[in-house]
């Protein structure tokens, strides 16, 4: 039996099946060999005593040529039987092996979508999950700067706050001191308290001069300046010609008073812009905090999105080798 394989054009193996030369040989054999019985029939069809032909030489000639031929014809027939099984399984054959082909194309091609919608995917991952970083340290900067900015204020306010209850303190108790002598000139004040008095008008003047500019006017500044000046005019024993235009000590506790009216207004200013301050931080923190956790969320989960599209990627990848491989 002889098998030719054949290649196609196309990738699949074609199996063409020759009938078998020995089959051949043996149908004409048989023909040849039916020719001489034919004619020794015919011979011994004419001779006159059949029994004792039968025992003649010729006779088993044309005995064993019909064995012969009926071996012949029984072979040629199981070479038949064998060719068409054999055709049969070679057509079988083709048929699963080029199914096999087209099946394994198909994958391919399914696979190289896949890489490639994976590969876009991961390459889309990696681009958000930048992005996300950037947000997310963005929104740590700007924390960490409104962290800065409200030490600062608050530092300043403590400062500024202490410094406020500090005068305020000073001018209540030479308020206090003043509203006992209050109604005339200082005349029955002790000396240490109108130096002390003094003192202290003089330096709150100085040191909130720019607070102080818009609640005293030119005519109280030039009292509080002629009383700094000389506050012993105020309690001596005779009038002198100096006394005669000195303030009284109404006048003297009323800018006293004005200066600590206005020193507790800005303290609770302050205090009051201190609480918005904290408000607006607090508010502020509250967001970023939010956001930077949000954005961490969506970080760890891209990551691991991306890790298992990668993981896809590369087996899709794999799985393309070992289908070409098969």
Not at 194 to 223: C, D, F, G, I
């Amino acid at each position: 039996l002889s098998l030719t394989l054949a290649r196609a054009p196309a990738t699949t193996t074609q199996l063409r099946v020759r009938p078998p030369n020995r089959m051949a040989s043996r149908r004409v054999l048989v023909g040849l060999l039916a020719l001489p019985v034919a004619a020794l029939n015919t011979v011994s069809a004419l001779t006159f005593d059949v029994a004792a032909a039968k025992n003649r030489p010729v006779s088993k000639v044309i005995t064993l040529l019909k064995d012969m031929q009926k071996q012949l014809e029984k072979e040629a027939e199981e070479d038949e039987e064998i060719y068409d099984k054999m055709a049969c399984w070679c057509e079988t054959n083709d048929k699963e092996k080029t199914k096999s082909i087209a099946d394994a194309e198909a994958r391919i091609e399914d696979l190289t979508t896949k890489i490639e919608e994976l590969t876009a995917a991961s390459a889309r991952l990696n681009t958000e999950i930048k992005n996300h970083e950037k947000e997310v340290a963005k929104n740590q900067e700007a924390l960490d700067q409104a962290t800065a900015i409200r030490q600062k204020q608050l530092a300043e306010f403590n400062a500024e706050e202490k410094d406020l209850l500090e005068s305020i303190s000073a001018l209540k108790s030479a308020v206090t001191v003043l509203s006992k002598h209050n109604g005339g000139a200082f005349l029955q004040m002790p000396a240490s308290h109108m130096m002390s008095v003094a003192a202290t008008l003089q330096y709150q003047m100085r040191k909130h001069s720019s607070l102080l500019q818009a609640s005293l006017t030119p005519s109280e500044r030039r009292v509080a300046a002629a009383f700094v000046q000389a506050p012993e005019d105020y309690f001596d024993a005779a009038p002198t010609f100096k006394q005669s235009y000195a303030p009284q000590s109404g006048e003297i506790f009323g800018i006293l008073k004005q200066m600590k009216e206005t020193f507790e207004a800005n303290l609770a200013a302050s205090q009051k812009e201190e609480m918005a301050n904290q408000k607006a931080y607090e508010d502020l923190k509250a967001a970023k905090e939010a956001e930077i956790k949000a954005g961490q969320e969506q970080i760890e989960a891209k990551t691991d999105e991306l890790a298992s599209t990668d993981e896809k990627n590369a087996q899709a990848k794999v799985d393309v080798e070992d289908t070409k491989a098969s």
